[in-house]
């Protein structure tokens, strides 16, 4: 009877905990859906054709498109020839953002996308493998009347990928080819309140420089920024979680050290994972609304890289100490097969990134993939970071597969055991397959999550209430992820009473020896963890 009413109330408190955690990850989504506007926001501009009359002895270099300084336009290119303007003459001029806007540093990022609108001309067609340049520049300032200041200047090319649906005759000259979008620029930061962007197209028959790219109608760009509403949300949510994961890291690295052994690998992988949720938690884009830090894209890709490899870490060392029959267990060198392909994926990556966003750091203009050595380089780190991670997914199978196929080995002999010794040994196995059973659940939701708003238009409309399904998508994983990551370290902190080895071993008939085997990582002699202290209770009537 007494036995019954421990097990009921363990079952209440585990119930509890885990009731906790998932009203938290129901606000993390709810959070992202009903408070939060959509992630991003895209605006499309148009270019006005500039003419650049006064070239070198003009006053000043930046030609407007609006405004009381702006420069004098063309409407296209029919008008240039009949006014005998040279091409190289023209400036496409687009101002970010549009009349009566201003940007803000809550808007974080600005990535830039390029359209170019390009007719069908019979004695002027875009040749195969043709490359535009583009000779390119962006200036700045923060109020509307004082000198434009010169941010970044390049000349850039961009392979046109076109095609035209129509027989390329006479007939249909005037049509338009239908050509993908163009990377065009990346900014880290949004420092300053207006931005001008100066676009000409060299012509330079003799280098073939702009030869065989169709007749230019006009250049179209859309420029897309996070919303100021979701940095806010985005930045109020890392602020609270920060202290939260921080404190329960910092509770749980003592209860490890009040013990009289040495932390086992389990322990202190759990809580490297612990150190690189509160790397990625720390909030220092508050610092990115007073300062120009153009790095802060390059810092959060280098952040998410080491708390992933980390993760990825854990479930293989999580695996491997729950091998009961292993025999190289606590020592990280016992994984280098499995941790080996997690490193080497994770250095592609960092060399990748560093291959496009480090470059952009001095030119917002550049993009690795605009060259053919760039291409096939960013390919090779992203084929290798792949096959790494295929190794991995098996590796991860296999040793989930001998985990279990271990555990029905020792389920065949539970009936035999006495029951306080049976219930010790299902509380184990009940904590591996609980873990995993979680992990699944939150990898399937990420994945999920991710699908969902990829297919959907961003928002569902609930009756009187918007449900922004993408801003729920970031607010609710990131919460997720925090909270698997609260739910590790809570669960498997070693309990502050100790338990000596009577009183674990002796009392429940268990051998010593194998108890030790089974349990080396997590109920060491010394005392055991809180999810094993709940669960255990019922052993002990």
Not at 5 to 23: P, R
Not at 178 to 187: H, K, N, R
Not at 326 to 343: C, T
Not at 494 to 510: A, I, M, R, T, W
Request: charge should be neutral; charged fraction near 20%.
């Amino acid at each position: 009877m007494a036995g019954a009413i421990i097990e009921n109330m363990s079952t209440k408190k585990l119930c509890i905990v885990g009731g906790i955690l998932l009203i938290f990850q129901v606000i993390a989504f709810l959070v992202g859906g009903l408070i939060a506007p959509s992630p991003t926001t895209a605006v499309p501009y148009v270019s006005v054709k500039c003419v650049d009359v006064w070239k070198n002895h003009h006053k000043t270099k930046w030609l407007m498109p609006w405004g009381p300084n702006q420069c004098e336009k063309i409407r296209d290119l029919d008008e240039a020839m009949s006014r005998q303007i040279e091409a190289n003459d023209i400036v496409f001029a687009v101002h970010i953002p549009l009349p009566t806007k201003e940007m803000s540093p809550w808007f974080q990022f600005i990535l830039v996308i390029l359209q170019l609108d390009i007719a069908f001309k019979k004695n002027n067609e875009i040749k195969d493998n043709a490359e535009v340049t583009l000779d390119v520049s962006l200036a700045y300032r923060d109020d509307l009347f004082s000198e434009w200041k010169e941010m970044a200047h390049a000349i850039e090319t961009r392979k046109l990928k076109c095609s035209f649906a129509s027989p390329k005759t006479i007939e249909h000259e005037g049509r338009h080819y239908d050509c993908d979008v163009l990377p065009f620029m990346e900014i880290g930061t949004v420092a300053h309140k207006f931005y001008l962007i100066n676009i000409r197209l060299p012509v330079n028959e003799r280098k073939l420089i702009n030869v065989g790219i169709g007749e230019i109608k006009d250049v179209r760009l859309v420029g897309i920024h996070q919303n100021g509403g979701f940095t806010k949300v985005w930045f109020a949510m890392k602020t609270f979680l920060t202290p939260s994961i921080f404190i329960i890291m910092v509770w749980y690295w003592r209860r490890i050290t009040m013990m009289t052994r040495a932390p086992v690998l389990l322990e202190k992988v759990i809580f490297a994972l612990g150190i690189s949720m509160t790397f990625i938690n720390i909030p220092v884009e508050w610092f990115s609304i007073g300062f120009d830090w153009t790095w802060m894209l390059l810092f959060g890709d280098i952040r998410q890289g080491i708390f992933y490899a980390m993760l990825l870490s854990f479930w293989i060392i999580f695996c491997g100490e729950h091998m009961m029959d292993q025999n190289e267990r606590n020592h990280l060198s016992g994984y280098w097969k499995q941790v080996g392909p997690i490193a080497v994926g994770a250095f592609c990556l960092f060399i990748f990134d560093m291959c496009e966003r480090g470059v952009q750091l001095k030119n917002p203009f550049y993009s690795i993939w605009t060259t053919d050595v760039g291409t096939e380089l960013a390919m090779a780190f992203i084929i290798v970071a792949g096959i790494c991670l295929c190794l991995y997914f098996l590796f991860l199978c296999f040793m989930v597969f001998q985990v279990f196929r271990n555990i029905s080995g020792k389920q065949s002999s539970l009936p035999a055991m006495t029951k306080a010794r049976r219930l010790h040994y299902e509380g184990l196995i009940f904590r591996f397959k609980f873990l995993m059973l979680i992990t699944l659940a939150c990898a399937a939701m990420t994945i999920i999550f991710f699908i969902v708003s990829q297919v959907t238009e961003g928002h569902w409309k609930w009756g009187d209430f918007t449900v922004q399904v993408n801003s729920a998508f970031f607010t609710g994983i990131y919460g997720m992820w925090n909270l698997y990551v609260f739910a590790l370290m809570f669960l498997y902190a070693p309990s502050h009473k100790n338990y000596g080895e009577d009183q674990s071993n002796g009392d429940l008939g268990v051998n010593s020896g194998e108890e030790l085997q089974l349990t080396t990582t997590i109920t060491h002699v010394d005392g055991p963890t809180e999810v094993y202290k709940l669960a255990r209770k019922e052993a002990q009537e």
